[in-house]
C-alpha cells in the first residue's frame, strides 16, 4: 500500500513534466520545420535564378545566330553580284532581324518570369515555416495545458 500512495504522490509532477517535455520537443520540431522549409525557398530562389540565366543565354544565342546569319547573307550576296544592302537581300535581313529580336524579348521576359516565380515559391514556403513555428507554440501550449490539468487530477 505504501509504494502505491508513493507512486500516486509522483504521478501528479511526471504529468506536468511530460507536458513540458511534450512542448519542448513540440517546439524544436517546429524549428527543424522552418529551417527545412527555409532551405527549400533558397534553393527556389536559385532555381529560379539558374532558370532565368538559361533563357538569358537562349536569348543571346538568338542575337548571335541572327548576326551569323546576317554575314552569310551579305557575303553570298556579294559572291553572287547582288547588292546585300538593297532588294531582298536586305528585306531577307530585317525579317531575320524582326524575327531575332522578337525571340530575345520572348527569352528576357522568360528570364524575368523564371526569377518571379522563383521568388514567389520562395515567400510561400518561408510562409509555411512561420506556419510550422506558429503550429509548434500552438501544440506547446496545448501540451502545457495538458499537463497542468493532468497534474490537478492527480494531485
Known amino acids: 500500500m505504501a509504494s502505491m ?5 509522483l504521478a501528479a509532477p511526471a504529468a506536468l513534466a ?11 520540431q517546429g524549428r527543424y520545420q522552418k529551417a527545412m522549409y527555409n532551405v527549400q525557398a533558397k534553393q527556389a530562389e536559385l532555381q529560379g535564378r539558374q532558370n532565368a540565366l538559361n533563357y ?3 536569348a543571346l544565342t538568338v542575337l548571335e545566330d541572327q548576326r551569323r546569319m ?22 531577307v535581313d530585317q ?17 524575368d518570369m523564371a526569377i518571379a516565380g522563383g521568388l514567389a515559391q520562395s515567400q510561400s514556403l ?3 515555416g512561420k506556419q510550422a513555428m506558429t ?11 495538458e ?4 497534474y490537478k487530477l492527480l494531485k
Do not use: C, H
Open 5 to 9: 500512495a508513493a507512486l500516486s504522490a
Open 18 to 28: 511530460v507536458g513540458g517535455l511534450q512542448a519542448v520537443s513540440a517546439i524544436q
Open 56 to 58: 538569358s543565354k537562349q
Open 70 to 91: 546576317a554575314a552569310t547573307l551579305v557575303s553570298r550576296s556579294a559572291a553572287g553580284g547582288i547588292d546585300p544592302f538593297s532588294g531582298s537581300p536586305m528585306t
Open 95 to 111: 525579317w531575320n532581324a524582326y524575327q531575332a529580336g522578337n525571340e530575345y524579348n520572348l527569352g528576357l521576359e522568360n528570364a
Open 126 to 128: 518561408r510562409a509555411a
Open 135 to 145: 503550429s509548434a507554440y500552438f501544440n506547446a501550449a496545448m501540451s502545457v495545458g
Open 147 to 150: 499537463g497542468l490539468i493532468n
